[in-house]
């Protein structure tokens, strides 16, 4: 049974994103063709989350048992903007250069090349049509995930990760996903949710470069724990074939958290 306020909050977080949007819009940051696509999006998932809330008997509650907590789902569809908030330019940096690694044709050996990837030029509807006609092959919507995620569309993106990890991915297929609902429940402020997903992502595939990294960002920017942080930014450096740009954003990372940490 789905708790009666997860789908409340789902519903506040979808009419925020509604008002980002516009705002967005009316100082120039988004086209209207995308806002277009984005709106219609939100749209649809409101109708579906205020059916499903609908349908809900008025006492429904939580289900699980009282002695232990429910698991903190990431909350995700917040702006981008949120990202940046005590971490300055350097996180953007670090995600518009991780977008570039993990859909680039120089793939490294640490981020898994999805089976069945479509052209980022197709559009999105008819990337969703051909997802619903394939729902298994998990390449194709990793694709559609990790172009959402691009674009950051990150509620689309999260739906499309969460049901990749129901459909019994490979462990490189669930590191990556598990590593970006990580680095989702970050953008929206979730640090320990963040943390728990970005771990699991490493048990499955300990090779996961964008893991590392988005764990130490999440460590030292997050939570402000530069000793943790530093190790895992060394590993990411220790890349051989680590992209230049990406280089010298983690490089300066190091140096901060070093300075933090008074070493």
Do not use: C
């Not at 429904?60 to 300055?88: F, H, N, Q």
């Not at 298994?136 to 959402?148: Q, S, W």
Request: proline share 6%.
């Amino acid at each position: 049974m789905t708790d009666r306020n997860d789908l409340v909050e789902r519903l506040d977080l979808i009419r925020r994103d509604i008002a980002e949007l516009a705002e967005q819009v009316e100082a120039g940051e988004v086209d209207e063709a995308t806002a277009e696509r984005l709106r219609a999006g939100y749209e649809e998932e409101l109708a579906e989350v205020e059916e499903r809330l609908s349908a809900l008997p008025e006492d429904a509650e939580t289900v699980g048992p009282v002695d232990e907590p429910v698991e903190e789902s990431p909350r995700v569809g917040a702006s981008p903007k949120r990202v940046l908030i005590g971490a300055g330019i350097l996180l953007a940096a670090f995600t518009a250069v991780l977008v570039m690694v993990t859909t680039s044709a120089d793939r490294t050996p640490t981020q898994p090349a999805a089976a069945g990837t479509m052209p980022q030029s197709a559009d999105f509807a008819e990337m969703e049509q051909a997802v619903a006609a394939n729902p298994d092959v998990i390449g194709m919507r990793m694709a559609l995930a990790d172009l959402y995620f691009e674009h950051q569309d990150y509620s689309n993106a999260l739906n499309h990760y969460l049901t990749i990890l129901d459909q019994n991915p490979t462990p490189e297929e669930a590191s990556h996903a598990l590593a970006r609902v990580g680095w989702l429940a970050y953008a929206t402020e979730q640090n320990d949710a963040a943390v728990n997903y970005l771990n699991q992502a490493l048990e499955m595939n300990p090779d996961n470069l964008e893991a590392k990294l988005f764990l130490g960002a999440v460590d030292f920017y997050g939570l402000g724990d530069a000793e943790s942080a530093i190790p895992l930014f060394e590993e990411v450096l220790a890349q051989p074939d680590l992209p230049p740009s990406l280089r010298s954003e983690v490089e300066a990372a190091l140096d901060e958290a070093r300075t933090a940490a008074g070493s």
